[in-house]
């Protein structure tokens, strides 16, 4: 941990002290002039907390995050204080970043003395205790409960014990608290996407009725857990629901952040629990690969979505917030109707076709449920192509029978990885191969894209190009997507006029980004670390 701008703060906070005393402050504005400019390194983001309660005595005081560009934070990270905005309850901090740009953060209580806003913030920024000697969990010696610092139900100062990680505490019997480690995924802007999940459960829940077969729905179940057991690229930590539901229809669909439901009808015609696993992989890579909330997002203006999440959390409902719960209503509605669109089709496709080669199973069962959704076609369309009703925004029908029986599979090896640097040598993208599928001439190649705050701004996905043997191969990016600082997608790239599969390693690539000068092979030994 660098200490470069530790002495400073200390300095700052020993001038301030001096110049105010030791009296409480009668309002927030006796503090602003104490915090102006100060520079600070900001603590990072444990357990996907926006809220940190902080110990005031009898005072609830807390610390809320309103940043998105700062949160949430994985390493610590160098700030300045630009602006104060002091009001009769609350501070606000507007911070500043030279890497991620700005970020607010409020605290709020009664007006402490300034010695003990010091302590304050504190628990937001390396004040005086640096990130390597802050204890982030607190035990409960007498009930062996393990919390969250930043909660508000601590035990009594004389039953604590205080830990660095959680892993400390849980090796000695310590029990996780159910409030304090609610379990979230490692991504970006979740709290948009669980908003997301909210108005698609609404018009599930209206629409369908749970299946009371409860040894099917324990089935359903448990087979879901195998496919995410045996998930072939790594998962992004979403708590996963499966369930039945009562329909003749032959459907199923996913929510985002891992609610997966299948029509009774659908299910009644999966002869064998590979069918159940090709249906329930297709499903999962929609969750997987945020389908919704990318829809969501590349249709929206950055600057009017960004703040969706803090701002319905915190009931700062507004008529621009009213305008994004407008859209989110808007893509949820035409998801539920009519499906994620061709792209993302073909997309969650090739990652369950990829599930079913790393369990050895193959694309057979695939083959047959794509069969089965033909024959209930021609039921409503005997005379039509395949592509009508709820199939219309899939891929053609017959392209996925087609596929599905005649296509190469194969996972590129865990070295294929690069990294995309800056004219300062400072890591902005990371892409990682994970498989290509051949089918005829065309092939897909599907790879993971990565990005830090050093992106800058969105940009969209464009064409790959991956030297291999000396010679030149040439990807499109199929699916038209954006990539944003500080963010994840999966990728599809295609040529549709290849010999076949990529076999020998791949020595370079070229892909345009904002801000990446070059591409570097990652070392095997890096990888395997990781």
């Not at 979230?184 to 009725?209: C, I, K, M, W």
């Not at 930590?237 to 929510?255: L, M, P, S, T």
Request: proline share 4%; glycine share 6%; with cysteine.
């Amino acid at each position: 941990m660098s200490s470069r701008v530790i002495p400073t703060v200390i300095c700052f906070s020993l001038l301030a002290c001096l110049f105010v005393g030791e009296a409480s402050a009668q309002q927030w504005k006796d503090l602003e002039q104490s915090l102006e400019g100060r520079e600070f390194i900001m603590r990072p983001t444990v357990e996907g907390r926006r809220k940190i309660y902080i110990q005031a005595g009898d005072f609830e005081a807390f610390a809320l995050h309103r940043s998105n560009r700062l949160f949430p934070l994985r390493e610590s990270e160098p700030v300045r204080i630009v602006d104060t905005d002091a009001d009769n309850d609350h501070i606000e901090l507007e911070v500043v970043s030279d890497r991620l740009g700005r970020g607010r953060i409020d605290f709020y209580g009664s007006p402490p003395s300034v010695s003990s806003f010091e302590m304050w913030l504190d628990e937001v920024f390396e004040v005086t205790t640096l990130e390597s000697d802050f204890h982030r969990y607190i035990g409960n010696r007498e009930s062996r409960t393990l919390h969250f610092r930043g909660a508000n139900h601590l035990p009594l100062v004389a039953s604590r014990e205080p830990f660095h990680h959680i892993e400390d505490g849980l090796d000695i019997g310590y029990n996780r608290c159910g409030v304090c480690f609610v379990p979230l995924p490692d991504v970006s802007n979740y709290g948009t996407e669980f908003q997301l999940a909210l108005f698609s459960l609404q018009q599930v829940r209206s629409t369908y009725s749970p299946h009371i077969d409860i040894d099917r729905q324990n089935q359903f179940k448990r087979i879901g857990l195998r496919v995410l057991e045996g998930w072939p690229v790594p998962l992004k930590g979403y708590r996963y629901r499966f369930q039945v539901v009562e329909d003749d229809a032959i459907n199923a669909f996913a929510i985002p952040t891992g609610y997966i439901f299948i029509t009774r009808g659908l299910f009644d015609s999966l002869e064998t629990e590979g069918e159940l696993e090709a249906v329930l992989a297709h499903e999962i890579a929609h969750v997987e690969n945020r389908h919704t909330y990318r829809q969501f997002r590349n249709s929206q203006n950055i600057s009017r979505w960004a703040g969706i999440a803090t701002a319905i959390l915190t009931g700062a409902i507004d008529e621009e917030v009213g305008d994004i719960a407008s859209a989110m209503l808007s893509i949820t509605t035409n998801i539920f109707l009519a499906g994620h669109g061709r792209d993302r089709e073909r997309e969650a496709d090739l990652l369950a076709s990829f599930y079913l080669y790393n369990r050895e199973i193959g694309d057979k069962p695939l083959l047959n449920v794509f069969k089965k959704l033909k024959f209930n076609a021609d039921l409503y369309n005997p005379f039509g192509d395949g592509g009508g009703g709820m199939l219309a925004s899939h891929p053609h029908i017959e392209e996925r029978l087609a596929k599905a029986a005649a296509t190469i599979t194969e996972p590129f090896s865990a070295g294929e990885v690069f990294q995309g640097f800056n004219d300062r040598g400072v890591l902005v993208a990371t892409l990682r191969f994970d498989v290509q599928r051949l089918f005829d001439r065309e092939l897909d190649v599907v790879a993971t894209l990565s990005t830090t705050a050093e992106l800058g701004d969105d940009d969209k996905v464009n064409t790959l190009k991956v030297r291999v043997n000396g010679k030149q191969l040439e990807l499109k990016e199929r699916t038209a997507e954006k990539i944003f600082p500080s963010d994840e997608v999966a990728a599809v790239f295609g040529n549709d006029n290849v010999a076949g599969i990529i076999q020998e390693p791949i020595e370079s690539i070229e892909l345009k980004l904002k801000n990446v000068k070059r591409w570097a092979r990652v070392l095997v030994s890096s990888v395997d670390s990781e």
